[in-house]
Every structure is written in structure tokens, then in C-alpha cells.
């Protein structure tokens, strides 16, 4: 009666994530699988009444996506990925009157993220159009390089913090964003990043742009731009703190250069610089 579409957007297979087709009258399992590898392949879903779809996480989760069509009108009935569960129905509900009501369709999405470094940077690589959902604090095992990628967007449902430390990284102890990137950041906090030269947390350059939402940078450190730092690029912050981040010359919270910056509703609180610019610096 229904065709399950899956999908994986690396090409290898959901990598340990599961699905289970159960009956909901009888709370029983009718049919169980997995796409094996490759990018995508098909299952039949079988049975009279109302089943609940529900997909396991795996290893990687951001990878996972997948849609319920009923096969005898071609219609999209569901969809979802990696720790997601949709109700599909053949039939209306049971009534004591007769009722010709069309079948219905309920869905009840409960999205997991990713919650390691790995699934992190392996998540990133997908490029352009990936939308992350960070689930849990991050330590970065080393920066994240983020290049020509369109329409990125990272964020966190729960405000996971992403930490940095002394991990050699020279631009952008956290993020070194380039070659006219699109990336968002929302609802994120950035953590102890270092470089040793510019952007502690985010290093922006090539023409890219940045935008971050509802983020706070804590203890951020480098030469410029302790917090953030753009060059022949461009940003938009609006509703981030930056607390006791420092820069060894200019910009303890964000410095600029040959850039431009829309800041609302953001706030500099004990940030420090050696030269100028203990918030900000624009040269």
C-alpha cells in the first residue's frame, strides 16, 4: 500500500540506522530494514489500518532522510530523517457511523543532530543546502575548514557549545570559512577558541558571508579578531554576547578588515585588546 523512499546523502548507506514499520492497534512490529548502502533504494510497506514508521539514529544522522508515498495515488504521505516517526494511515479511522472521509495522514517529527566532532565536520562536507542541528557540546579535535559552501546553516535547538582550546590552529581557531561561503550560525555558543593569528572562533574570508544569531563567544583569543575575524567579506550578528574574549592587537570581540558588518542587539562585555578595539575594530 506504501513505498518507503530512503535516502543517504554521503552514498553509503545509513551506516546503522533502522526501521521499524509497526502496527499501532497491536503495537507490533510488522516489518523492519535499512537502506544497506549506496544513495537511495526502496522498501514496500505493507498492511490495513494505521502503522507507525520510526527511524533509528546511526552513526551518522545528518546523512538520513527518507518519505512515505502511497503507491496507488503517488502522493507524499510522510517524511522526515534519522530519529524521526510518522503515522500513515490506509484507511479513515474506525466510527460507529458509516463515514466516507478521505484517509488521513499524521506525522510527529523528533529531530536528532549530530553530537560528536566527527558527525560535526563530516556533516559539513555535504556543502551547500546542508541544514546541522547540533544536539550537544562539541571539543573540536581540530579547526573546520568550510569552502564555496551555499546556504550552510548550523545551529542548535538546544544551545550546544562548540570548544575550542590549543589546537594549533593558525585562522580561526574553530572555523575558517572562505571562497564566497553562505553560512549561518544560530542559537550556538563558541568556546575558548585560539589562533594564532586571526578569528579565534571564526575566520571569514574570499568574499564570504557569515551570519550568527543568538550565539555568545566565551574566552576567545588571537592576534585580531578574538571572537570573529572578516576579511573581504562580510557579516550579520544580532543577538550575541561576547565575554572576556581578547585579541593580541586589534579587535578582541570582532575586527574587520576591508569589511562590513550589520551588528544589532549584541553586547561586548570584559573584551580586550592590546591595540585598539576591545569590542570591535575596523581597519
Known sequence: LFTLNMVDSWGDGWSGAEWTWTEDSTNSDADTGTLDNGASGTAPL???GCYTLSVGVGDYPSEVSWTIVKDD???EEASGGA???ATVCSTAQPSPLPTTSPPTTTASPTREGVNTFSELKKAITTGSNAQINVVDNIVFDEAITISAAVNLTIRSSVGAVLIGGDIGAVDGGLFHIKDASDVTFTGLGFKSGSASNFGGCLFVT???NVEVDDAD??????YRGGGMYLEDSSATVSGT??????AGEYG???ALYDSSATVSGTSYTSC???NSGGGMALY
Open 252 to 254: 578582541g570581540g570582532m
Open 73 to 75: 495515488t503517488g502522493r
Open 206 to 208: 574570499g568574499s564570504s
Open 217 to 222: 563567544f566565551l574566552e576567545c583569543i588571537a
Open 46 to 48: 505493507c498492511g490495513v
Open 83 to 85: 530519529g524521526e516517526s
Open 241 to 246: 554576547s561576547y565575554t572576556s574574549c581578547s
Open 272 to 274: 580586550s585588546a592590546d
